[in-house]
């Protein structure tokens, strides 16, 4: 009895342990398969644009000057930086004491102003330009003083001779005109700005603020000779700023001084956001052209052969096009056969002959093409190339050709619906050179 029972456990399984026996061999075999096979990568075409517009240091330069103090003393300020003021209005006061706004109450969205200027400072504090502290407390100093009724002021005011925007800085480039413009201008690192807000003394004569009195501005800057050509012809340009990333257009001109092409792009809005602000980087928006976007490592050169447009014939049980081509048998007789072919471009010869090209799998060199209604033939000799991609939708490399409009160091754009040519969200090999034409893909 008990040897029975011995028996019939003997020759029990566990179903369990098979399962999992089964699965860890297939996945035994899924990981060699993958180690060993080659990995193509692919790459989903989209549309879009190439960024390979060029960028520049601009040299701004506006219709501006700068207010002196009519009398010595301490200046108190009325009107914000870069902020606009009209003909007339008070700008600042110099009295023999500062004005330091101590005794003014301030309402609560004038302390919800000064809270958010607080709270911009600290968003953007650089500690590497740390007399932006100054330039605050100069801000805060202002929107407290700002509060007051302006029949108070005391002292001798300071008014604007003009409608313009405010500002307090002088560099000596005030009277600067596109045309007195000179390489040594554009030399940054030596440039110098002086800030004239203070808490100090001033005397009479001293600068006080500088007041900018026309809308039109001007951006002057340097090109080099393949810049110049790229740009050269063109009468408007659109020009992003790096600094907020906004855009103006604005008329285009040229000049040469010194050996030097000069390019000079005149505004007519836009000058408040950057009327402080001296040299701005800028970027010209040239390129606008849209396409489908594409790496330059996809790119193959297939030959095809050509026949003369006028050989194409109809044929088929479905009345496709292709050419019919002449065969010879050994014993000297002709026959003819109907050959479906695709087109995969239309154009002239060097003889000025209207050609198509087809894919040279359909075709052997010296095959006999005749012409439809005729006793003319044509031997096939001539051999043309495309460039194109290899699409893989379909599982293998499939060559698809394409219409390079423009390109840069890695991508270029190509264009959308050409006969035989690739769409939005096709998938094409990274790697053209790595495939060959019709391999199947893994």
Not at 147 to 176: F, H, K, R, V
């Amino acid at each position: 009895m008990a040897q029975e029972e011995k028996k019939k456990r003997g020759i029990n399984f566990n179903i369990g342990t098979v399962i999992f026996g089964a699965l860890f061999l297939y996945l035994i075999i899924t990981i060699f398969i993958y180690a060993t096979s080659r990995h193509i990568s692919s790459y989903m075409v989209t549309s879009g644009t190439l960024s390979n517009n060029d960028s520049y240091t601009a040299l701004a330069l506006r219709t501006e000057t700068v207010a002196d103090a009519s009398a010595g003393g301490y200046v108190n300020y009325y009107v914000q930086d870069s902020a606009k003021a009209s003909k007339n209005d008070i700008v600042c006061s110099i009295s023999d004491s500062p004005d330091t706004g101590a005794a003014q109450t301030l309402a609560d969205s004038d302390i919800s102003k000064v809270r958010q200027m607080a709270s911009q400072f600290a968003g953007s504090y650089d500690a590497n330009h740390f007399s932006s502290v100054y330039n605050l407390q100069y801000s805060l100093n202002t929107a407290v003083i700002n509060n007051s009724d302006p029949s108070t002021i005391s002292g001798t005011a300071c008014q604007a001779t003009s409608d313009g925007i405010i500002t307090y800085t002088t560099d000596g480039y005030e009277s600067l005109t596109p045309a007195d413009v000179t390489a040594d201008d554009f030399n940054s690192k030596a440039y110098q700005s002086t800030e004239l807000r203070t808490s100090e003394k001033v005397s009479e004569g001293d600068p006080v603020f500088r007041i900018a009195t026309d809308d039109t501005w001007y951006l002057v800057f340097p090109l080099t000779d393949r810049q110049y050509s790229a740009l050269e012809g063109k009468t408007t340009v659109r020009v992003r700023f790096s600094k907020d990333g906004t855009s103006e257009t604005g008329d285009l001109s040229f000049f040469d001084k010194d050996g030097t092409h000069y390019a000079e792009v005149t505004l007519y809005s836009g000058l408040v956001r950057f009327a402080d602000d001296r040299f701005l980087d800028i970027e010209l928006v040239t390129n606008t052209d849209t396409g489908l976007k594409i790496p330059l490592s996809s790119i193959v050169t297939k030959e095809f052969y050509t026949i003369p447009a006028d050989y194409l014939t109809t044929g088929g049980e479905d009345g496709s096009e292709g050419f019919m081509r002449q065969k010879t048998s050994k014993d000297g007789s002709t026959t003819t056969e109907f050959v479906e072919t695709d087109i995969y471009e239309d154009t002239t010869n060097d003889a000025g002959q209207e050609v198509y090209y087809v894919d040279e799998a359909d075709f052997s060199p010296e095959d006999v093409i005749i012409k439809p209604d005729s006793s003319d033939t044509y031997t096939i000799q001539a051999v043309a190339s495309l460039e194109g991609v290899y699409c893989t939708n379909r599982g293998y490399a499939q060559f698809r050709k394409i219409d390079i409009m423009e390109q840069n160091d890695e991508y270029c754009l190509v264009q959308e619906g050409t006969t035989y040519g690739i769409s939005q969200y096709d998938y094409i090999v990274r790697d053209g050179s790595s495939v060959n034409e019709s391999e199947i893909l893994r």
